[in-house]
């Protein structure tokens, strides 16, 4: 693996977020995120806002599920306004943790700092871990 893997680096794109434990409607609560909190939008999919500012069109969202090999991840989808007068949204297809981080320091460095807190807080909670994906 590659030394020096940070935010802002194109190789940190490949990185993922994996949890200890899958959501739940128990501990769902646990991964608030300032004033956020995670809903869930469909069975085993959680989201929550990570980035949204009223005069910006830019917006991220924390998606969490389990994937087919059973273990959770923590991803990031951006939202997007859709129809004509721009009232449906709907989120973007999901990235890798380390490529929606990537996204959002271009956008806003020190958000994606923050999310990048975050996250790295729930590792040292034993609660997950970074991996690196291939591409």
């Known amino acids: 693996m590659e030394d020096n893997i940070k935010l802002g680096n194109p190789v940190f794109d ?3 977020f994996v949890l200890a434990n899958p959501v739940t409607e ?6 608030k995120y300032g004033n ?10 959680w ?5 949204m500012k009223q005069d910006d069109d830019f917006s991220l969202f924390f998606i969490i599920t389990t994937i087919e090999d059973g273990t959770t991840v923590l991803v990031f989808a951006t939202g997007e306004q859709d129809g004509e007068k721009g ?3 709907s989120l973007s297809v999901p990235m890798t943790t380390g ?3 990537n996204l959002l320091q271009a956008h806003d460095e020190e958000q ?6 975050f996250i ?6 034993a609660e997950g871990d970074w991996r690196m994906v291939e591409e």
Do not use: R
């Open 14 to 16: 490949n990185m993922m």
């Open 26 to 31: 128990a501990n769902h609560k646990d991964y």
């Open 36 to 45: 956020e909190e995670l809903i869930q939008i469909a069975d085993d999919v």
């Open 47 to 51: 989201a929550m806002p990570a980035y």
């Open 87 to 89: 009232t449906d949204f």
């Open 99 to 101: 490529a929606g981080l």
């Open 112 to 117: 994606a700092q923050s999310l990048l807190h």
């Open 120 to 125: 790295n807080q729930i590792s040292k909670a």
